[in-house]
């Protein structure tokens, strides 16, 4: 899985991810981008962060239509609205706003509290322990799959769990590198291997990726 890594790396340099200037904004971020693009995410984040700034005082306080307008470029707009006021009014009721105190309990009970939150599904507790409380939590997506499975690697069980435990279980447990590793996947899945016609000549895995050595014969 390092040299994996090392490859992306040594191609696309180091990502600097994930592009948000506080906590709060990384976190809101996460809610937003699921199942939609970061363009879609971006326009969205700077609808609210005019309209209400970034801090939970202000989702708890924003009017849900106005605010599910701003998120509007986000697919599900009504209920990604809905689930920033909830994470919110979680946020008040858990550490009264103070993420310190919220993310200095360890990863794994941490993550156990963060599934319990309202909305948030696995992939978005592992972007808010990774990116803004900076645990080692692995984070999956579709891109992550596609080219893991692409490539001839992964869990034997499809599920979001066994795909997460088979970097973890194989990658030592540093949250920087797996920071840039999820956002090298990403970047890989964005620009190169692509749902359709992926760029393999241009692949810095295409040595070792079983998708690509059989394209190759077949060419
Ligand atoms: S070589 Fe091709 S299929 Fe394999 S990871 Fe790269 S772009 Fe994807």
Request: aromatic share 10%; with cysteine.
């Amino acid at each position: 899985m390092l040299t994996l890594y090392q490859k992306l790396l040594a191609h696309f340099g180091d990502p600097q991810w994930w592009p948000a200037a506080s906590r709060e904004e990384m976190i809101i971020g996460a809610i937003l981008v699921q199942n939609v693009s970061w363009k879609n995410t971006e326009k969205a984040l700077q609808l609210v962060r005019e309209k209400f700034g970034f801090t939970f005082l202000a989702l708890r306080e924003a009017p849900i239509e106005e605010l599910a307008a701003c998120v509007r470029s986000t697919r599900f707009y009504q209920s990604k609205a809905a689930r920033l006021k909830a994470f919110a009014f979680w946020i008040e009721a858990q550490c009264k706003d103070n993420l310190d105190q919220l993310f200095a309990r360890d990863l794994t009970e941490l993550r156990r509290l963060l599934l319990l939150a309202p909305g948030i599904g696995p992939e978005t507790a592992d972007d808010i322990l990774l990116y803004a409380a900076n645990q080692p939590s692995f984070v999956i997506d579709t891109y992550t799959k596609r080219i893991m499975r692409r490539v001839g690697i992964g869990p034997e069980r499809d599920s979001y769990e066994a795909w997460r435990a088979y970097f973890m279980e194989r990658l030592p447990p540093d949250a920087l590198l797996y920071n840039r590793y999820h956002a090298l996947i990403d970047r890989l899945g964005n620009q190169l291997c692509r749902v359709k016609d992926p760029l393999c000549s241009d692949c810095p895995l295409k040595d070792c990726c079983v998708h690509a050595r059989a394209k190759s014969l077949l060419d």
